[in-house]
Every structure is written in C-alpha cells, then in structure tokens.
C-alpha cells in the first residue's frame, strides 16, 4: 500500500470509529445489535465508556493519518 492509500484507509476507519462512538451515546443498550459489545437485552442503560473509547480510538487513528500524511522533507528547527 502506498502512503496516499494508508492516510485514506487510515480516515475513514477514523470516521466509522467517532459515528460508532456517537452510536452508543445515543442508542441504549437494548437497541444495540446483539454482535456488539455492550448489548443488554431489554435495558435502558447508554454505554459512555464504550463510546469513550471508541472516539479515542477514532481519534488516534486521525493522528496517525495526520502524522502519516504530513510534507516529506519538512524539518523541524
């Protein structure tokens, strides 16, 4: 894979990781679909921490495509 393909890739795996985060604070547990970790049938509890996490997640991969795709050649002085 080339660096372009990574930053790209990188971005939208960023974007799916930060509506997942905004998926769980707004979905109760009960909604969730049976595969995804946190689903409790029947129950009204939001899952913070899971959505915590998973925009941090997000987040990370955006600083990694930042880092990645940054100028070639520019030095820090």
Do not use: C, D, Q
């Not at 998926?23 to 969730?32: C, K």
């Not at 925009?55 to 100028?71: C, D, E, H, N, S």
Request: charged share 10%; no cysteine; hydrophobic share 50%.
């Amino acid at each position: 894979m080339n660096n372009r393909t990574l930053v790209a890739v990188s971005v939208v795996v960023g974007v799916l990781f930060v509506l997942l985060a905004i998926y769980y604070w707004v979905t109760p547990a009960g909604s969730l679909p049976s595969f995804m970790p946190g689903f409790e049938s029947g129950s009204a509890h939001v899952h913070l921490k899971h959505g915590l996490a998973s925009f941090i997640v997000g987040l990370g991969v955006f600083a990694y495509a930042w880092f990645k795709g940054g100028k070639r050649g520019a030095t820090i002085r």
